[in-house]
């Protein structure tokens, strides 16, 4: 067997798992819940690509005539105490939780699969100690692990993103490395190696292709946890700071409104039917790939 | 079954080890001088380095990292900063709240998930498992802070029936503490019974096809007692573990919950220790918190093993 014909079995392999995960999205289309939540969560990464033409106002635009104006046709979700429309706003606090849980979630698989990536494939004491590591990170509650971070290093877009990031790594370290392990000691991984295949090539293009898509599909799992995460840091002030608008701080200013319940209702609807429809893609995905292991 | 215990506790040895590290270490890097937050922005540099000195600020880090961990085990936690109160005595006031609020919701989550699990499974595919299922994913759904506003704006703003916020402790006045608590309790209760039922109506599906209960219909047993005796009692056990490993998401839960209703309990002190920049009581309630977390497992795990007699211990 020559170098040609490895490269040939790693394109296979890539076509695989992108052919699986096109499967697995077809069939995600046809279970009913799965399909909602795709519809869903797809209209709200749209709106808020497209944040500037869809908000009818700047998110930031002060209407004096108009201060804690209740739901109208001019302004759909009513005004806050500055006078800014909260559908804007609520459309603009998309981004920032969207940009926070797709960067966070992205950071935590990069990095957690690469953790268990070289622990499961190395596996002895390396194996031992990162996964006492991870055990131990494990241990804290996500939310608590998370205001510590954030704590330490102070509030802001970036230290949010990255406290979630981190809270994150430890489950997907621990998810590759039993994927790895259950594919370290393969035939086409032995033959790769014999061949005189480097570790970091055998990692990288024989054993980490062959886990990704499970890897990709529990991402999407990790995503609503991150989003309650992230709205509730912001929630407690630990999060993205004004004047940037963010679902979990307008829900906090809505706290000292209770009279104009308006403003603290729209921001937790939105992130209320987003966590859902993240769980529902979630469910569809697990139907899907349990129906699958059924199936061989 | 103590060769069990014994062989669990020293597993959890270097986890608990990671756990202190991973506390000491963000606890310590929290931005701001302590010296600051103790003696104010008018004190002398003298003063400053007297208290760094005092507060073993100038040792090396390993050596404040052992001090901190020997303290610990002799049960001082040190002092806050602002208050220089004993942390002791400020969790001896408030462990209290933050476990009367998990205990009641998780009460409050058995009672609604189990019942409501067992009619879903019993009545699989029909209106009330849809409908059970549907109440499941949207508790589940539910962010705390958001649903204990609802319930504020509904049940104090509009009907006046409770109070929006505060707490008075059980044995100052037991009424006034259950009307204090009703909110907090349904708002994690309501998602903690989302996973419950979820739980319940699996494993309720996963007993129910079993030959033994088949045996126990055709020797003409009442459905009832198939349900409850044979069914129920088997299919509990998973349930009983999920409650268990949920402990963290609770408390999780708890400290967004306490800052929603005012409470006096250990996520508002983490919260308000953040704020303050008074790294000793942050350190102390995450400690407590995290040691809970990983108790509740242990015993978790020992009852897993006690409840099925399947599982052998060593």
């Given at each position: 067997?020559?170098?040609?014909?490895?490269?040939?079995?790693?394109?296979?392999?890539?076509?695989?798992?992108?052919?699986?995960?096109?499967?697995?999205?077809?069939?995600?289309?046809?279970?009913?819940?799965?399909?909602?939540?795709?519809?869903?969560?797809?209209?709200?990464?749209?709106?808020?690509?497209?944040?500037?033409?869809?908000?009818?106002?700047?998110?930031?635009?002060?209407?004096?005539?108009?201060?804690?104006?209740?739901?109208?046709?001019?302004?759909?979700?009513?005004?806050?105490?500055?006078?800014?429309?909260?559908?804007?706003?609520?459309?603009?606090?998309?981004?920032?939780?969207?940009?926070?849980?797709?960067?966070?979630?992205?950071?935590?698989?990069?990095?957690?699969?690469?953790?268990?990536?070289?622990?499961?494939?190395?596996?002895?004491?390396?194996?031992?100690?990162?996964?006492?590591?991870?055990?131990?990170?494990?241990?804290?509650?996500?939310?608590?692990?998370?205001?510590?971070?954030?704590?330490?290093?102070?509030?802001?877009?970036?230290?949010?993103?990255?406290?979630?990031?981190?809270?994150?790594?430890?489950?997907?370290?621990?998810?590759?490395?039993?994927?790895?392990?259950?594919?370290?000691?393969?035939?086409?991984?032995?033959?790769?190696?014999?061949?005189?295949?480097?570790?970091?090539?055998?990692?990288?293009?024989?054993?980490?292709?062959?886990?990704?898509?499970?890897?990709?599909?529990?991402?999407?799992?990790?995503?609503?946890?991150?989003?309650?995460?992230?709205?509730?840091?912001?929630?407690?002030?630990?999060?993205?700071?004004?004047?940037?608008?963010?679902?979990?701080?307008?829900?906090?200013?809505?706290?000292?409104?209770?009279?104009?319940?308006?403003?603290?209702?729209?921001?937790?609807?939105?992130?209320?039917?987003?966590?859902?429809?993240?769980?529902?893609?979630?469910?569809?995905?697990?139907?899907?790939?349990?129906?699958?292991?059924?199936?061989? | 079954?103590?060769?069990?215990?014994?062989?669990?506790?020293?597993?959890?040895?270097p986890v608990v080890l990671?756990?202190?590290?991973?506390?000491?270490?963000?606890?310590?890097?929290?931005?701001?001088?302590?010296?600051?937050?103790?003696?104010?922005?008018?004190?002398?540099?003298?003063?400053?380095?007297?208290?760094?000195?005092?507060?073993?600020?100038?040792?090396?880090?390993?050596?404040?990292?052992?001090?901190?961990?020997?303290?610990?085990?002799?049960?001082?936690?040190?002092?806050?900063l602002r208050s220089h109160?004993?942390?002791?005595?400020?969790?001896?006031?408030?462990?209290?709240?933050?476990?009367?609020?998990?205990?009641?919701?998780?009460?409050?989550?058995?009672?609604?998930?189990?019942?409501?699990?067992?009619?879903?499974?019993?009545?699989?595919?029909?209106?009330?498992?849809?409908?059970?299922?549907?109440?499941?994913?949207?508790?589940?759904?539910?962010?705390?802070?958001?649903?204990?506003?609802?319930?504020?704006?509904?049940?104090?703003?509009?009907?006046?029936?409770?109070?929006?916020?505060?707490?008075?402790?059980?044995?100052?006045?037991?009424?006034?503490?259950?009307?204090?608590?009703?909110?907090?309790?349904?708002?994690?209760?309501?998602?903690?019974?989302?996973?419950?039922?979820?739980?319940?109506?699996?494993?309720?599906?996963?007993?129910?096809?079993?030959?033994?209960?088949?045996?126990?219909?055709?020797?003409?047993?009442?459905?009832?007692?198939?349900?409850m005796k044979h069914a129920?009692?088997?299919?509990?056990?998973?349930?009983?573990?999920?409650?268990?490993?949920?402990?963290?998401?609770?408390?999780?839960?708890?400290?967004?919950?306490?800052?929603?209703?005012?409470?006096?309990?250990?996520?508002?002190?983490?919260?308000?220790?953040?704020?303050?920049?008074?790294?000793?009581?942050?350190?102390?309630?995450?400690?407590?918190?995290?040691?809970?977390?990983?108790?509740?497992?242990?015993?978790?795990?020992?009852?897993?093993?006690?409840?099925?007699?399947?599982?052998?211990?060593?």
């Open positions: 067997m020559t170098s040609a014909s490895i490269s040939s079995g790693d394109t296979a392999a890539m076509r695989r798992s992108r052919g699986h995960l096109r499967r697995v999205l077809g069939e995600l289309l046809h279970h009913k819940l799965g399909a909602i939540g795709l519809v869903v969560v797809v209209a709200m990464v749209l709106s808020a690509i497209f944040a500037p033409w869809v908000a009818p106002f700047d998110p930031a635009e002060l209407h004096y005539d108009a201060v804690l104006a209740p739901p109208s046709a001019r302004f759909w979700f009513g005004t806050d105490e500055l006078g800014r429309d909260i559908f804007s706003r609520v459309i603009f606090g998309s981004r920032i939780s969207l940009e926070i849980v797709a960067v966070s979630i992205g950071a935590a698989m990069v990095v957690g699969s690469a953790i268990g990536l070289t622990s499961g494939y190395f596996g002895g004491w390396v194996d031992r100690v990162v996964m006492r590591v991870m055990d131990g990170m494990l241990a804290f509650p996500v939310l608590v692990l998370a205001l510590a971070i954030v704590a330490a290093l102070g509030p802001d877009l970036f230290n949010a993103m990255l406290a979630i990031a981190i809270v994150n790594v430890p489950n997907f370290a621990r998810l590759t490395r039993g994927q790895v392990l259950s594919v370290r000691n393969l035939d086409y991984v032995q033959a790769a190696t014999a061949l005189g295949a480097s570790h970091l090539r055998v990692m990288a293009r024989h054993v980490g292709l062959n886990v990704a898509d499970n890897i990709i599909v529990y991402a999407s799992l990790r995503a609503s946890t991150a989003l309650i995460t992230e709205s509730s840091l912001s929630f407690l002030g630990l999060g993205a700071q004004p004047p940037i608008p963010t679902w979990g701080s307008m829900l906090a200013t809505g706290m000292d409104y209770f009279d104009w319940p308006w403003m603290g209702i729209f921001p937790g609807l939105a992130i209320f039917v987003s966590v859902l429809s993240l769980n529902f893609i979630g469910d569809g995905l697990r139907d899907t790939l349990d129906s699958r292991l059924y199936e061989r | 079954m103590w060769k069990y215990v014994l062989r669990r506790i020293v597993e959890s040895i990671v756990v202190s590290v991973v506390i000491f270490s963000v606890t310590r890097i929290l931005p701001g001088d302590p010296t600051f937050i103790v003696l104010g922005e008018f004190a002398t540099e003298a003063q400053r380095a007297a208290l760094r000195q005092d507060l073993g600020l100038n040792d090396p880090i390993v050596v404040q990292y052992l001090k901190w961990i020997g303290s610990l085990l002799s049960g001082d936690f040190g002092h806050s109160e004993p942390i002791v005595d400020m969790l001896r006031s408030r462990l209290p709240v933050t476990i009367e609020l998990t205990l009641l919701s998780m009460m409050l989550a058995i009672s609604i998930g189990v019942p409501c699990g067992v009619i879903a499974a019993r009545k699989r595919n029909t209106l009330a498992d849809v409908l059970a299922s549907t109440a499941a994913m949207v508790g589940m759904a539910l962010p705390f802070f958001w649903l204990g506003m609802l319930l504020i704006m509904l049940l104090s703003v509009h009907f006046g029936l409770l109070p929006p916020s505060g707490y008075v402790p059980f044995w100052v006045d037991p009424l006034a503490n259950l009307k204090s608590m009703i909110m907090p309790v349904i708002t994690i209760g309501t998602a903690m019974a989302g996973t419950v039922l979820r739980q319940t109506r699996t494993a309720m599906l996963q007993v129910l096809s079993q030959d033994y209960v088949r045996t126990a219909r055709s020797k003409g047993a009442h459905e009832f007692v198939v349900v129920l009692r088997n299919a509990l056990i998973p349930v009983a573990t999920v409650v268990g490993l949920e402990t963290g998401s609770l408390l999780g839960g708890a400290i967004v919950t306490e800052a929603v209703f005012s409470l006096p309990g250990l996520g508002s002190m983490v919260v308000g220790g953040i704020f303050g920049r008074d790294f000793p009581v942050v350190q102390g309630a995450i400690t407590v918190i995290v040691t809970a977390v990983l108790v509740v497992n242990l015993i978790t795990d020992l009852l897993y093993a006690a409840l099925d007699p399947r599982i052998k211990l060593a």
